[in-house]
């Protein structure tokens, strides 16, 4: 539970800071007492008017010099009761600040359940940066900031949207509204009218440009009669080179029957004379080991040349277990 307010401070409260600045020191929050009654508290009161549990400061943190946060646990097992006033004691047992309201209780402490406080106090009657809090590390609820590890609320989506506050944390959705209220979806359409710098007229769908309207042109051009004969090679009636694989076709050590299964991929009458082809085929069966038998792949790749007919110049041979 979270609550910033302003308490009383009282005239002892005010005598000890006195005291302490005095002597150079500050004076030091170590507890926090709660009561059950609720009234109207005036900056002479010593005490709470009916105490139920005195509890030390878990933790504390100065805002500003005139404001300072503190933490605590009301974690006591007694019956449970209407937290209705609230008072911050000093190191020497003086009560500097207290609050209360006669019809509105600040929270409620049930039996056996922790009550978590966390308290931002307004200083604003006494001297800047004279009071120091003193905790026992139990909790520290202070607000976070950029520097400093503490509690942040998450915005709401208008506040996600707005982007203006600098102290709340945003959520995935608040991240995908604050964008969409700034930023194009990677992938979107404008309608004719959202397009700006539009010409005023356009050429038609079929048109001619004169020489004079294209731009950069250069200087200087070819003759337009000319050839490269004299500077590159020229690939005429190059003969064409092809390469089948059949393998998966079937078995045969036979390379004319090779040729005829690639002639059926690559037909014969695509090709002209001095045109080649490389066949790869494979023969497999079962070959004696001398001690039993196993397969055996015999793999063969012959290159034909068209002459005429189709005839074989050269053959390659491999041969493996498997």
């Known amino acids: 539970m979270s609550s910033a307010f302003k308490p009383v401070i009282t005239q002892a409260g005010i005598t000890a800071v006195f005291n302490a600045t005095n002597s150079g020191l500050e004076a030091n929050i170590v507890s926090v007492a709660l009561g059950d009654l609720g009234w109207e508290p005036s900056a002479s009161a010593t005490k709470l008017k009916r ?11 100065q805002i500003s010099p005139n404001q300072i946060h503190i933490t605590a646990i009301e974690d006591g097992t007694q019956a449970g009761y209407w937290v209705r006033e609230v008072g911050f004691y000093l190191e020497d047992g003086t009560l500097l600040a207290i609050w209360s309201h006669p019809t509105q209780p600040l929270a409620y402490k049930a039996p056996g359940v922790d009550l978590l406080l966390a308290f931002d106090i307004v200083l604003s009657a006494l001297p800047a940066n004279s009071i120091n ?13 950029t520097t400093k590890l503490g509690v942040v609320r998450f915005s709401t989506d208008s506040e996600a949207t707005a982007g203006s506050i600098n102290n709340e944390v945003i959520t995935p959705r608040g991240v995908r509204l604050h964008g969409d209220a700034r930023y194009a979806r990677k992938s979107h359409r404008h309608p004719w009218s959202e397009i700006d710098g539009k010409p005023s ?11 004079s309207q294209i731009d950069s042109k250069p200087k200087t051009y070819p003759p337009s009669s000319h050839n490269h004969d004299d500077r590159y090679l020229r690939l005429v009636n190059a003969p064409r080179a092809v390469y089948v694989d059949v393998r998966s076709t079937g078995n045969t050590s036979t390379a004319s029957t090779a040729l005829n299964w ?17 066949v790869r085929y494979k023969n497999r069966y079962v070959r004696g080991t001398g001690n039993g038998s196993a397969w055996w792949t015999d793999e063969y790749t012959t290159t034909f040349v068209k002459a005429g007919a189709w005839r074989a110049i050269a053959t390659s041979t491999n041969g493996f277990w498997g």
């Open 133 to 145: 809090v003193i905790g026992n590390g139990t909790v520290n609820l202070a607000p976070a900031t």
């Open 262 to 278: 690639a002639l059926a991929i690559h037909p014969s009458s695509g090709f002209r004379d001095n045109d080649h082809i490389q």
């Open 51 to 61: 105490e139920k549990r005195r509890i030390p400061v878990g933790n504390g943190d």
């Open 201 to 211: 007229a356009y050429p038609p769908s079929s048109h001619r440009h004169t020489w």
